[in-house]
């Protein structure tokens, strides 16, 4: 946000003032008298504003580490605590001079509506902020997210532990088992081949082919650590369906990498997915190893599908969405998005 220069601080005190003081006319009779009311408010203002300014940029540091109402509530009882010394200073300068004259009950309500009308204007201001302060928030974290999202996306295209991965496998299949690394080499082709041809719409069939490479691929590395049973409509249902590229099969990589690398045992992925009331469902549920311990947070940080779930707004909707819960045996990821059935 802007910060605005002592000479745009200085004209709001002025007209500040003068507004003041053209409301607290009534008990003025001569231009004599409004002049004064006019620079005892300025300097009164001045003395509220500057140093309260100055207090909470020292204080900030402190400001950092509340919350945003707590922060709030301190700012309002600076200004307004801090409106009401420089007003009964003024006031006590005046009637030593002369200029005004000395009553009780018309000094303590001077003060207080003093008091009052610079808390309010404080908390008309402080709304303000806090409005601009949650929208540049959220602008931020868009911006963090569509980062976030494009370098994923780069990444995605051609994972790098993926590709090593299968560099290796290959190697020694090439001197092992030519006609496995010839097969091997034809999964990766048409996996690479997907990834490289940018977001776009496919037919569930492609999807799931994809995944079968994909699958193919890592099994060979990953040889009895990985079983995967697929629960899939009809032919005749699938024909229909469409989904963004490597969107299933995104899911299945975070899942591997986060999981079955990471332990000696078995790992059972079940893969369900179902076509009603227009809503596509794909429920994708990896059992967690017993032996092996694996950290919830850590899980639960890994599984995170915004990039994929952004992609699947921008071709199905807002009402799109990936969501994932890790629960201590398993973890059970749902993609779901809004379909038409043209057939019905």
């Known amino acids: 946000m802007e910060i605005m220069r002592p000479g745009q601080w200085l ?8 507004f003041l003081t053209v409301i607290d006319r009534h008990d003025m009779a001569t231009w004599s008298q409004f002049l004064i009311k006019f620079m005892s408010r300025v300097i009164q203002n001045t003395l509220t504003v500057i140093p309260s300014l100055y207090l909470i940029d020292y204080l900030r540091p402190l400001f950092k580490h509340a919350s945003i109402l707590r922060v709030s509530i301190y700012v309002f009882l600076l200004f307004a605590i801090g409106s009401a010394i420089p007003i009964t200073l003024v006031m006590l300068v005046m009637i030593n001079i002369g200029w005004l004259d000395y ?12 008091s009052m009308i610079t808390g309010s204007f404080t908390l ?45 496998t290959l190697t020694s299949l090439i001197e092992s088992n030519p006609p496995r690394a010839a097969a091997l080499l034809q999964h990766v082709s048409a996996l690479f081949r997907a990834s490289f041809g940018g977001t776009r719409e496919i037919s569930f ?19 009895d650590k990985l079983a995967v049973s697929w629960q899939l409509p009809d032919e005749d249902v699938m024909y229909d369906m469409v989904i963004t590229v490597l969107t299933l099969q995104s899911v299945l990589e975070k899942v591997l990498f986060s999981v079955v690398e990471m332990t000696t045992e078995t790992i059972i992925i079940d893969i369900v997915v179902t076509w009603q009331q227009h809503r ?14 694996m950290i919830s947070h850590d899980l639960r940080q890994h599984v995170d599908f915004y990039v994929q779930a952004e992609r699947l707004k921008i071709h199905f909707g807002q009402s799109a969405d990936i969501q994932s819960t890790v629960t201590s045996q398993q973890i059970i990821t749902i993609i779901d998005y809004p379909l038409q059935d043209v057939g019905l």
């Open 11 to 18: 004209l709001y005190i002025f007209l500040w003032s003068l």
């Open 205 to 223: 069939e492609e999807e799931v082919a994809l995944c079968e490479h994909y699958l193919a691929i890592e099994s060979s590395r990953l040889a």
């Open 124 to 168: 008309v201001f402080l709304l303000y902020f806090i409005r601009r302060h949650r929208e540049l928030n959220a602008l931020k974290l868009s911006f963090e997210h569509k980062l976030t999202a494009q370098n994923d996306l780069i990444k995605a295209r051609l994972a790098p532990h993926f590709f090593f991965n299968t560099l290796n």
């Open 280 to 293: 596509v469902t794909i429920t994708v549920t990896a059992q967690l190893p017993r032996k092996t311990l």
């Open 103 to 114: 009553n009780p009950q018309a000094f303590v309500l001077n003060i207080l509506f003093n």
